[in-house]
């Protein structure tokens, strides 16, 4: 079940309100013969989160399907930070000296021989609580029934946004519903440009990485026929090779003109896709031009 964009706080006794965390959506299969997590799509990410499986292997007594989200908690900012959690999505091994993550917990499906999907969300929420104890790496998201102050909390403290579920809503597969919403707060953030996209001998576009040298998407918005100008001249006195042994799919077919000294720049956009791309970036300010 995924909630629908809105821009509205839903109002009135029939809704709850969680926050909005910012990781990855994982099924949680626990029973006697082990645990397996799976994404949205159904990839198997057992082996990906082994501090996950720990975590719900105390709870193994009987047959359970839970539903949450995988997400690193900042200790400094106190909030989640999603690209630690997409550096763990894109590694092939996983260090000792990795972060760990938590796995936030919002819906129970089944528990042991019973089918609880249609089940009202209220009763479902307080049926997790029974069947999942305090455990290490793992914790339940709390129910609120105020949204208007929880999005302000939220928006105050950098969180992701709100979500507003039905409170009698049953569980349904995908967005076939109009039972569960989320409002999101824009991201922004400061990154790199390492590279200009070209087009006819112009500047297009800046090709932006985060703090882990990773590409996280181009970035055009914002810019102006000055700037593109004198990021052009920037440009033609910092040459350097390619930032990256492999181009990212997005970039294959560009003309890219990579920065020796790349530019710190401040970017804002409405959230990350799934892949660890930002959607509807917009530049807010370029260092140094």
Not at 87 to 98: D, L, V, Y
Not at 225 to 238: D, F, M, V
Not at 256 to 271: G, K, R
């Amino acid at each position: 079940m995924a909630p629908i964009s809105t821009e509205q706080i839903t109002t009135g006794e029939e809704w709850g309100y969680q926050l909005k965390w910012d990781g990855v959506r994982i099924l949680a299969g626990v029973d006697p013969s082990g645990v397996s997590l799976y994404s949205r799509k159904l990839l198997d990410k057992t082996s990906l989160y082994p501090e996950v499986v720990q975590a719900l292997s105390g709870l193994n007594e009987r047959r359970l399907l839970l539903d949450g989200e995988v997400v690193y908690f900042h200790p400094e900012l106190g909030r989640p930070v999603f690209q630690k959690v997409l550096q763990r999505e894109r590694s092939r091994a996983i260090s000792m000296h990795a972060p760990l993550f938590t796995y936030v917990l919002f819906d129970i499906l089944v528990d042991g021989d019973q089918d609880l999907r249609k089940l009202p969300y209220l009763e479902r929420h307080h049926r997790l609580k029974e069947a999942v104890s305090a455990t290490p790496g793992l914790l339940i998201a709390d129910l609120f029934l105020e949204g208007e102050h929880l999005w302000n909390w939220a928006e105050e403290r950098g969180w992701e946004g709100i979500v507003m579920k039905r409170l009698s809503s049953p569980y349904r597969e995908g967005k076939k519903h109009r039972d569960w919403y989320k409002k999101k707060i824009a991201v922004n953030m400061k990154a790199t440009a390492v590279g200009l996209i070209m087009r006819e001998g112009r500047v297009a576009s800046l090709v932006i990485a985060d703090d882990e040298g990773s590409y996280i998407g181009r970035a055009s918005l914002g810019l102006n026929e000055q700037t593109k100008k004198k990021l052009l001249q920037y440009a033609e006195s910092h040459q350097a090779g390619a930032a990256w042994h492999a181009l990212h799919n997005d970039l294959k077919k560009e003309q890219l003109a990579w920065l020796s000294q790349p530019l710190t720049v401040q970017v804002t956009f409405l959230e990350w896709s799934q892949d660890g791309m930002m959607r509807h970036p917009k530049l807010v300010s370029i260092e140094g031009v």
